[in-house]
């Protein structure tokens, strides 16, 4: 299995960011994911059954204009997905951090922080360091699983950084 890091550097050396998700993870999982509904879906028809599987997890994704036009308004939830030494080097106003690699861990204790956001009618957006950078979809996809609502900002930190927001 091959994992790719992401690893931006800044002149004078400081590293701004990093992606820890391996591309060939999300393959496996998707084709895993796949492969269960299939072997679902065959499992209620040859018993007849009229019940459906579940839906599978659908995650939007959202550009750069309805992120910025969400975000003043206040109208959003956005989620960092980085670690957080490189969430404390910079990141998008208002952003939450809720690293990936932490995230099974802290998940019950961000509950209350993705309800509240629910509750008062912001959208949950999650977002990395780049566009190449999987972490936000394995994140999105995890929180859809869960029961929540949310999209991703695939160009992530450095779409946000290069656009001068």
Not at 90 to 105: E, T, V
Request: proline share 3%; aromatic share 6%; with cysteine.
């Amino acid at each position: 299995m091959k994992t790719i890091s992401v690893i931006s550097i800044l002149i004078g050396g400081a590293v701004t960011s990093s992606c820890t998700s391996s591309l060939s993870e999300l393959d496996k999982s998707d084709a895993e994911s796949s492969a269960t509904q299939v072997k679902e879906k065959q499992v209620a028809e040859s018993a007849g059954a009229e019940k459906e599987t579940a839906a599978p997890v659908v995650v939007s994704e959202l550009p750069i204009e309805k992120v910025f036009e969400l975000q003043q308004t206040g109208s959003i939830l956005l989620i960092d997905t980085r670690s957080p030494i490189f969430y404390k080097l910079g990141h998008i106003d208002g952003a939450y951090s809720l690293p990936l690699k932490s995230f099974d861990k802290n998940f019950e204790s961000s509950r209350s922080t993705l309800d509240a956001a629910v509750t008062k009618g912001k959208k949950i957006v999650i977002y990395c360091q780049s566009e190449k950078c999987p972490d936000s979809l394995k994140m999105a996809r995890s929180l859809a699983k869960s029961g929540y609502k949310v999209s991703v900002f695939k160009g992530g930190w450095e779409l946000w950084k290069m656009s001068g927001l």
